[in-house]
């Protein structure tokens, strides 16, 4: 023994050491190792259990290969010590593995281990001989069966040696140790979640009991420890739900073991039936000083004993009912829940007694204790889910009362009864109901007398002590009840049943309505949910019925006793609740129904004079009960309110301004909440009002105190907001009488300039109150609003909302993030009211002019350079135009004849920078879409719409091709006539945009230009002088020139036309206009139109009359030059010098032509536009320039030089050198090879002209074609020409040929009988040479 403690000390620094020395001897030889090594290896374990933890499966294994060599005597105690030592360690490390720095294991490879040693030793040592040997091995399975029961597959074979250790108590002689091994099995066993079998627990304490020696002796500390385990284990089995349930309980059996056996109570309590007393002591001593586990074990059993047939201890229940009294404010919640669970068993035995129902308070206590500590938490308040499961099983016990027992209408009622009116038990009220209802339907059934001679002298007794409560006070609580369904509908129909089956307590009147108006209360309830029923309406019905249920009491004073119950229960309700506030509308429902005048005016004017106004819920309180006081007394309610208002001014006006500042501030302050509330309270009474009597007293007794009320210099939080709610509900109340007839409101005005008063000089604050509600509700009523006043309200409204601050200012502005965050979500309810108001304002206005007025407003918001007044803005268009499209009357047709502009306005928003814009602009034209659609035929407009809604969703590329086709399909429901308004409306946005928003007029004024060609033919000339207007004041000049160029494209006649109609004098933009269209591809094209116009100029000018030729001519010459000045422009700016030469032939004749009808003096022109005269000097100069910038761009640099040398463009203008000038620029035009076939067809008709000045031209023209004819190229051009004028060239040239009317001695004259001749012989002579070379190749 020495070696082995000295090898278990030096373990202490030498662990490994010593153990793979013991390790060593005890796989030698594979023999039955020393017995020294045995008992070292027991003591190791014993002393340093968490570090043999690694070495547990080599030792059970060595172990292992040596038990069959095992005998008895010292070698077999000394392997049960090791094994009973080493399976203990397991079980420590178990529960503090924790602490052990090995890697953990788990159980099952511990079990793995012990397992087979334990079959061994079970198999072939149980049945032992000697005493020692029986207690070493009852020591060793003791403490494997410990480990094995923590793996469930072992567990099987582990309670049949449990139930072999309690055999042991039957040969064993001293059985302490047994008791302490089976005290440290159940003691393992309370940790276990798998429940022990069934009557497991019961043999134990059965066979612990069997061994004292007496049942009167005091068990031993093991023997207590023991049965206090058992009991403790039996509760657990009830808990777990393998223990019978209690008769009467609703939940299930969950244990997979079934039920007890019938006798198993028998069996479990033996010295219950022996000795009650022993077994009552010891009961009492659990519940008195024991742990919790036994006392909720022994409240589990007390429930047994309560439904268990033995007298003798039931006869010790009342005691023990005493001592677990003490347990009810035990704040284990185990303890609490077992308490319940022992009461539920209690009122389940069917005693007639009446201390067993006594219980039933601290059934509806532990239920107030649990929801009342969840109210006191508040809003934030956590429930404990164990509060919450007390709650179940209290709602679960009452529930199941059985109240078809003999004697409980007496029982029962007075205990039941007194709990209905008590607000903390409300969550009560579904069980308390039906079995109060229950055991009405059996009073009724059986009657009371029958029962009374029956029932225990007591009962009587405690129905007499119980305080039962008034009718009065089960009607308002009941009431109260009803009126909340939620978060419980269940519990609203609960009160209204359990009302109707008191009807008879409460009233004898009630029955006959209460049958008819209870069961349609029911009716609206059913089926309803939490998102469907309005609290409000069920109010208001509950109200209604109410008034109802009193209407055929002609009892006064219960009436009046009603009332005062209400006024008491007002005293105890919280304030601010919602209990209160619907108390003060009950008792102002019972006011209207109450009979008694003097009462009635004495409780109103009591509100009036005791009402604390400063506190808003008393304010609001006193409202609902002088208001709902007028639905049956009217005038009574108003005279006592305006005799009320009326001493109050007075007092005012006699209390002056005296005093020191504080103090008079403190008495306006107070002033100034009683007129708020006065406010108040007269549109309450108008809400409330008989509708035949309104009308009669609205005007100056109602609505002229509320605004002579309103009067004063500053108004502040409260006078505002009593304004503003007081004619919003006046105005509601006017228009709930329906026909009104001829009625008007006369101070409709005054009230609507208070408001729009207030809003200007206060526009962010009159968000706060709500006034475009009350401005919404007044302008609906009669008379109605003028045009002038319609445009102010919406401009003022608008204002107030639309310039608010943006969030970020605010909270840059404001002290904190929150008060921002708060204004901000008053501003857009703000935003809906405004919305809401323009609606009312379009659907009261007789015709369009309105809607028209709304975007007249809007505009400016629309077009603002702040983003968040432009999304604001867009908000409320939105809005409107999504109502109008719902409601088409509102519009009246407007947005058909304005479509174009409202498109216009907002087409340039759809490239804003905010993506709200972007996406309310589109939905806004999607909405313009579908209502054009109503008078037109818009294909695909429902498309198109979800297409505006499905914006957000896409991609860039899908984004900008779904825009592209929604702008398509908007500008093609355009109409032609609205092609204008659409330009004008979306060009004004080119004044004041940022470059994104620049991009969206653009494109859509080029999709407009492109998809509408054809049907905007008729308005080409005005959209054109649109066009040229923004020109004028707009820097977005290269945009508006390409619309020009694509409006001249599909439209190039009506465009030039139009562009001609400017003055002579071109400004600037006319200038830029053609010389952009001359730069164009279309240059050429515009080039050829002038010069036919040019040629046509004047053919269609015919007249009589010398006036009338004079004024043409003027016209014409107007005409001819305005076109001249266009061809040089767009000569000057065309690019084409090629094609400008194959225009020559055609383009030279007729400025020609127009320079010699021009020569000579001055011009008085006259001009279309403006019929005024315009002075021109030298008219033929600016045909000439033309012809200068043409031939500068057709010809070479020299031969432009050589005209001016030669003094050609001089000679031109003078009219004597006129024809010198013609044949110096013919000689120039015929070296540059620019006098081609076509330039000879033109001008060879002028030779026969009428005009002398055109013969002289041409004849100068062709005088030095004369000159020239020996020039190649030359003969052949002539020859093929000008053989169709040779027959009058033979006559006399002046006195029957072109120069017949020219007088000797003009210049040319003299040339034309040489040039003539020549010209003709010269003509003959190749024709004839040409005719025989043709000969001869033939």
Request: proline share 4%; glycine share 6%.
């Amino acid at each position: 023994m020495a070696a082995s403690d000295v090898l278990v000390a030096l373990a202490r620094s030498h662990f490994h050491f010593v153990m793979s020395e013991l390790q060593s001897h005890l796989k030698a030889m594979r023999k039955v190792p020393d017995e020294i090594v045995l008992l070292t290896l027991g003591k190791m374990a014993r002393r340093y259990a968490l570090r043999c933890i690694p070495f547990v499966g080599m030792t059970l294994l060595a172990l292992r290969a040596v038990l069959t060599q095992v005998g008895s005597g010292e070698v077999l105690h000394a392997v049960c010590s090791v094994l009973e030592q080493w399976s203990k360690g397991v079980s420590t490390y178990l529960c503090s593995w924790e602490q052990c720095p090995f890697p953990r294991k788990g159980v099952a490879q511990f079990c793995e281990a012990i397992y087979p040693v334990f079959r061994y030793v079970v198999a072939n040592w149980l049945d032992c001989k000697e005493e020692e040997d029986k207690q070493a091995v009852l020591g060793a399975v003791a403490a494997m069966l410990e480990v094995l029961l923590h793996e469930e597959q072992y567990r099987e074979h582990t309670w049949e040696q449990l139930l072999w250790l309690l055999q042991q108590y039957q040969e064993v002689r001293d059985n302490s140790r047994l008791t302490k091994s089976l005290s440290y099995v159940l003691e393992i066993l309370e940790g276990v979640q798998t429940p022990m079998p069934q009557g497991t627990a019961l043999a134990i304490s059965t066979a612990v009991r069997r061994q004292l020696p007496d049942v009167t002796e005091e068990p031993g500390p093991a023997q207590k420890a023991v049965l206090s385990r058992c009991i403790m284990l039996q509760g657990k089995e009830r808990r777990l739900g393998d223990g019978p349930p209690c008769r009467g309980s609703s939940r299930p059996v969950l244990g997979c073991w079934g039920q007890l056996p019938a006798d198993a109570e028998c069996d479990f309590f033996p010295a219950a039936r022996m000795r009650p007393e022993e077994t009552g002591m010891f009961l009492h001593s659990q519940l008195s000083g024991g742990s919790e586990a036994g006392c909720v074990a022994a409240l589990g059993l007390l429930g047994v004993l309560a439904r268990a047939d033995a007298p003798a201890a039931r006869e010790k229940l009342p005691q023990l009912v005493e001592a677990m009294r003490s347990l009810c404010s035990d704040p284990s919640a185990q303890v609490r829940r077992a308490v319940l669970e022992f009461s539920r068993e209690l009122l389940s035995s069917g005693s007639q007694s009446c201390w067993p129902w006594d219980v039933v308070g601290h059934i509806f206590s532990e239920f107030s204790r649990t929801s009342g500590r969840l109210v006191a938490g508040g809003l934030f308040a956590w429930e404990n889910p164990e509060d919450g499961a007390i709650r179940a099983l209290c709602l679960d016990i009452v529930g199941s009362l059985d109240v078809t027992l003999r004697g409980m209408t007496k029982l029962l009622w007075p205990r039941l009864l007194q709990y209905v009116v008590p607000a903390q038990y409300s969550g009560m009220l579904i069980p308390l109901s039906r079995c109060l209802r229950a055991l009405v339907e059996r009073r009724e059934r059986a009657g009371c007398e029958e029962e009374e001679e029956e029932e225990e002298p007591d009962a009587m007794d405690s129905q007499e002590q119980a305080r039962l409560p008034a009718p009065q006070a089960l009607l308002a609580r009941l009431l109260v009840v009803a009126a909340a369904p939620y978060p419980s509908r269940e519990r609203a129909v609960a009160a209204l049943q359990l009302l109707q089956a008191l009807h008879g307590r409460i009233h004898r009147g009630l029955g006959a309505a209460w049958a008819t108006e209870i069961p349609l209360l029911l009716q609206y309830l059913e089926g309803r949910t939490e998102s469907s029923l309005a609290s409000a309406e069920w109010e208001r019905r509950v109200l209604k019925f109410l008034r109802a249920s009193l209407e055929p009491v002609e009892d006064k004073a219960w009436t009046v006793g009603l009332s005062q119950e209400l006024s008491q229960r007002l005293g105890s309700s919280a304030a601010g609740s919602w209990e209160k506030l619907f108390l003060y509308k009950a008792l102002g429902t019972v006011l209207a129904a109450c009979q008694d005048l003097r009462h009635v005016q004495g409780q109103v004017l009591r509100f009036l004079q005791e009402t604390n106004p400063v506190e808003l819920s008393e304010a609001k309180g006193m409202i609902s009960v002088v208001s709902h006081a007028a639905e049956s007394h009217f005038h009574l309610v108003l005279d006592t309110v305006t005799m009320f208002s009326a001493a109050v001014t007075r007092d005012w006006s006699c209390q002056g301004s005296t005093g020191w500042k504080v103090q008079w501030r403190q008495k306006m302050k107070r002033t100034r909440t009683i007129r708020a509330a006065l406010m108040r309270t007269y549109s309450g009474i108008a809400l409330h009002a008989p509708k035949e009597q309104l009308l009669t007293y609205v005007d100056k007794e109602i609505m002229g105190n509320i605004l002579r009320l309103s009067r004063d210099k500053e108004r502040d939080l409260q006078l505002k907001l009593a304004l503003v709610q007081s004619i919003a509900e006046v105005s509601c109340a006017i228009q709930a009488v329906g026909d009104c007839g001829s009625f008007e409101l006369s101070l409709k005005q005054e009230a609507m300039c208070t408001l729009l008063d207030w809003i200007k000089r206060e526009p962010w604050d009159s968000l706060v109150y709500g006034v475009f509600q009350a401005l919404e509700e007044l302008s609906k009523l009669r008379p109605p609003l003028s045009g002038k006043e319609n445009r102010n309200l919406l401009a003022v409204c608008c204002r107030s909302v639309l310039s608010h601050p943006s969030e970020e200012q605010m909270k840059k502005g404001r002290k904190s993030v929150r008060a921002a965050v708060n204004m901000e979500l008053l501003h857009r309810r703000g935003m809906e009211e405004l919305g809401h108001l323009i609606e009312t304002l379009l659907e009261a206005e007789a015709t369009s002019a309105c809607f028209c007025k709304v975007f007249h407003v809007l505009k400016g918001w629309l077009t603002s350079a702040k983003e968040w007044e432009r999304e604001r803005a867009l908000r409320l268009c939105t809005h409107v135009l999504g109502a109008c499209k719902e409601r088409c009357e509102l519009t009246r047709g407007c947005p058909y004849k304005q479509f174009g502009s409202l498109v216009g306005l907002l087409g340039s928003l759809t490239s804003d920078c905010l993506d709200t814009c972007r996406q309310r602009a589109w939905v806004c034209l999607g909405y313009l879409l579908q209502m054009q659609a109503k008078s037109m035929k818009v294909p695909q407009a429902d498309e198109i719409w979800c297409l505006c809604e499905e914006l957000n969703s896409l991609d860039t590329e899908a984004f900008e091709e779904t825009c592209t086709q929604i702008t398509k399909a908007v500008c093609r429901c355009i109409p032609a006539a609205q092609a204008v308004d659409f330009l004008t409306a979306i060009l004004d946005s080119l004044l004041h945009v940022m470059p994104p928003r620049a991009r969206a007029v653009r494109k859509w004024v080029f999709i407009f230009l492109v998809e509408c060609r054809k049907e905007i033919v008729q308005e080409v000339p005005k959209i054109l002088n649109t066009l040229y207007s923004y020109m004028q004041q707009s820097t977005h000049r290269p945009f508006l020139l390409r619309a020009v160029f694509l409006l001249t494209r599909f439209h190039q006649e009506p465009v030039i036309s139009s562009l001609l109609q400017k003055s002579l004098l071109m400004d600037s933009d006319t200038v830029e206009l053609w010389r952009s269209l001359g730069r164009s591809i279309l240059g050429i094209q515009i080039l050829r139109c002038l010069v036919e116009k040019l040629n046509r100029a004047g053919n269609d000018r015919l007249g009589t009359d010398s006036s009338t030729r004079e004024q043409h001519s003027c016209q014409t010459a107007l005409e001819t030059l305005t076109i001249t000045r266009a061809i040089s422009e767009v000569v000057l700016a065309l690019r084409s010098t090629e094609e400008l030469r194959q225009l020559l032939p055609h383009l030279l004749p007729s400025l020609l032509r127009w320079a010699s009808e021009m020569l000579g003096g001055e011009r008085q022109l006259l001009l279309m536009t403006s019929w005024k005269q315009l002075h021109v000097e030298k008219p033929c100069r600016i045909f000439l320039s033309a012809v200068e910038l043409m031939l500068g761009k057709c010809m070479a640099q020299k031969w432009t030089r050589l005209l001016v040398n030669r003094g050609v463009w001089a000679r031109l203008e003078d009219p004597v050198a006129h024809p010198e000038g013609v044949r110096l620029l013919t000689s120039v035009l015929l070296n540059a090879g620019l006098v081609s076939r076509s330039l000879v067809k033109n001008l060879l008709p002028w030779l026969n002209s009428c005009s002398v000045k055109l013969r002289m031209t041409a004849t100068a023209f062709f005088a030095e074609v004369r000159q020239e004819m020996g020039k190649e190229g030359v003969r052949g051009l002539l020859l093929r020409y000008c053989c169709l004028g040779c027959l009058f060239l033979w006559e006399d040239p002046w006195r029957t040929g072109p120069w017949s009317g020219v007088a000797r001695g003009a210049p040319g004259r003299d040339q034309v009988p040489t040039a003539l001749p020549v010209v003709l012989f010269q003509i003959s002579r190749d024709r004839r040479t040409t005719g025989t070379s043709e000969r001869g190749r033939h």
